[in-house]
């Protein structure tokens, strides 16, 4: 079907139009017709016509500018040029304009017929290119997510080499040369409301039905590529043109993550979280991996960036690799009760699977103790460390006469770096909260917020805001508002200071402000607490 338009202001001309029209095409064409050249353009918005016969002496509007606007909306519009006059200035500007071809009055009809089936054939050819187009579009929106977790597998999962990279690059045209991990997790809150997502295995396979459209929420907040699910996990990798996180560029990720996870989890009925790597060159991804895993692994946050906080392979058999991963979870958070529970967990299953092969035992336990304490250093739970520090480990484990002994000397080692790390994460808290105080205390008399606070002490304001809360029980206003009244309380001591200068010295703007917030504070209002003076 074409849509055709003729516009033409002699009456005579429009019915021989379209009479030639309708006797040589019949019902392939749709027909509409205009008599001036505002007419026909406002005509063409909304009838939208494949092919315009058009006059160009018309009243008002010419022929000319009707199409100079028409094309303006409807770039692949066929215009034939109808007139009485062969002027060559016309025909000049018709070419410019690039019309299909120029008659002169009267037409004859074989030279319309013609015209039509040339205009229908470039008309036919656009349409299957178009066609042809969106149907390769289609094959790469199949292709892309194939290629992309590809590329997620060869750079990040797997060991991928140069080639590999060259490849995947091409295909998915990244241009930048480094590029960081964003580990999405998804499941059922865990009861104890430790953080943890369950039901990996079932919410993997609910997942298969909303992977689309969590790829195409994921790629509105990041420039990303989305590799596959894996359990209850996705990895994104996104491309950056700097190899560094400057703080301001880490907080716009993290607060873009934290919408985009909030996203997710009102579209989809699971709880969502993200652990985010450093940036790396793209052929060291796989530490941005690990990076990203050690920050879901370590935070109960919905988002948390390995710098704000202080990986392994793939086991066969029925080896209790959550179990594992549980315990070094519960270690990396110095939470010694859990652990405890798990490490006993985790010999027994030893004990009840492998008695007769105590070396094997043996090497399993210092395994274990010898990654808690790396782990620790690394993590920065553990202070310092000493080369001859495990000098005795191997003698004292052979030398344990049972499994009981052997599980005491396991149990107390993974105490041991509990106990520093609780004592290192608490070091640690004060301090930050400490130079935090200190810097509210010696700034409060002018604008404060938690931006700047946490910008001075170098962590995110997320997470600043939340070990502010778990180390001080009051949040940040609450502390900065306390310590703005106690000084004003000082200062209405003084008489030969106003109210407007003590809120002023106090941090407030405003008087009326400063009188609310002190009456909720004391229960009064700065007058009424002088007059008690």
């Not at 409301?193 to 909303?210: D, I």
């Not at 529970?341 to 009840?352: K, L, S, V």
């Not at 790390?421 to 008399?445: L, M």
Request: negative net charge; aromatic residues 10%; hydrophobic residues 40%.
């Amino acid at each position: 079907m074409y849509r055709v338009l003729i516009a033409d202001d002699e009456g005579i001309m429009r019915d021989a139009l379209k009479n030639i029209i309708e006797s040589n095409f019949g019902n392939e064409c749709e027909l509409e017709f205009a008599r001036t050249g505002r007419a026909v353009v406002e005509l063409a918005g909304t009838f939208r016509p494949d092919i315009v016969f058009m006059d160009i002496q018309m009243p008002g509007i010419n022929g000319i500018q009707a199409i100079k606007e028409i094309q303006k909306f409807s770039s692949q519009t066929k215009f034939i040029i109808i007139t009485a006059y062969d002027k060559f200035d016309y025909a000049k500007e018709a070419i410019n304009l690039g019309v299909l071809d120029y008659l002169t009055k009267p037409v004859k009809r074989a030279l319309v017929v013609s015209v039509l089936e040339r205009a229908m054939k470039e008309i036919d050819a656009e349409r299957k290119k178009r066609s042809d187009s969106l149907k390769i579009q289609e094959k790469l929106e199949t292709v892309i997510p194939i290629v992309e977790n590809g590329f997620v597998n060869s750079m990040i999962l797997q060991e991928g080499n140069s080639s590999d990279l060259s490849y995947y690059r091409s295909l998915l045209d990244i241009q930048q040369e480094y590029a960081y991990v964003m580990l999405i997790q998804f499941g059922q809150p865990d009861e104890e409301g430790e953080g943890l997502l369950t039901a990996p295995v079932g919410m993997s396979v609910r997942a298969q039905a909303f992977y689309p459209e969590l790829c195409a929420i994921c790629k509105e907040f990041f420039r990303c590529i989305v590799g596959p699910i894996m359990t209850n996990r996705v990895v994104l990798a996104v491309p950056c043109e700097e190899n560094t996180q400057e703080y301001a560029q880490r907080i716009r990720i993290i607060e873009q993550a934290r919408h985009m996870v909030r996203k997710l989890g009102g579209r989809f009925e699971a709880k969502f979280r993200a652990g985010i790597g450093k940036t790396y060159r793209i052929e060291e991804l796989k530490l941005s991996y690990g990076d990203a895993y050690r920050a879901l692994a370590q935070s109960t946050s919905s988002v948390a960036h390995v710098d704000d906080l202080a990986a392994r392979g793939e086991y066969v058999g029925d080896y209790p690799d959550a179990t594992e991963r549980r315990l070094f979870q519960q270690v990396a958070r110095a939470d010694w009760d859990g652990a405890r529970q798990t490490a006993n967990q985790f010999f027994d299953w030893m004990i009840r699977n492998y008695y007769d092969d105590k070396e094997d035992i043996q090497l399993k336990v210092l395994e274990f103790v010898i990654w808690a304490e790396r782990d620790g250093f690394m993590n920065g739970n553990i202070e310092k460390y000493d080369f001859h520090s495990r000098k005795d480990y191997l003698a004292s484990v052979l030398a344990c006469p049972d499994y009981t002994a052997l599980r005491e000397w396991f149990l107390q080692k993974l105490e041991a770096v509990c106990r520093q790390g609780a004592a290192r994460r608490e070091e640690q808290s004060e301090s930050v909260i400490s130079r935090a105080k200190t810097y509210i205390d010696e700034n409060f008399s002018k604008e404060l917020s938690l931006d700047e606070v946490s910008r001075v002490v170098n962590i995110s304001p997320y997470y600043f805001s939340k070990l502010f809360k778990e180390e001080s029980g009051e949040n940040f206003i609450e502390y900065l508002t306390r310590v703005r009244i106690a000084h004003a309380k000082e200062l209405l001591k003084r008489p030969e200071l106003s109210i407007k200068e003590i809120c002023l010295m106090s941090g407030y703007s405003d008087p009326n402000y400063f009188s609310r917030i002190f009456k909720k504070q004391e229960d009064v209002t700065p007058s009424e607490y002088r007059e008690r003076l």
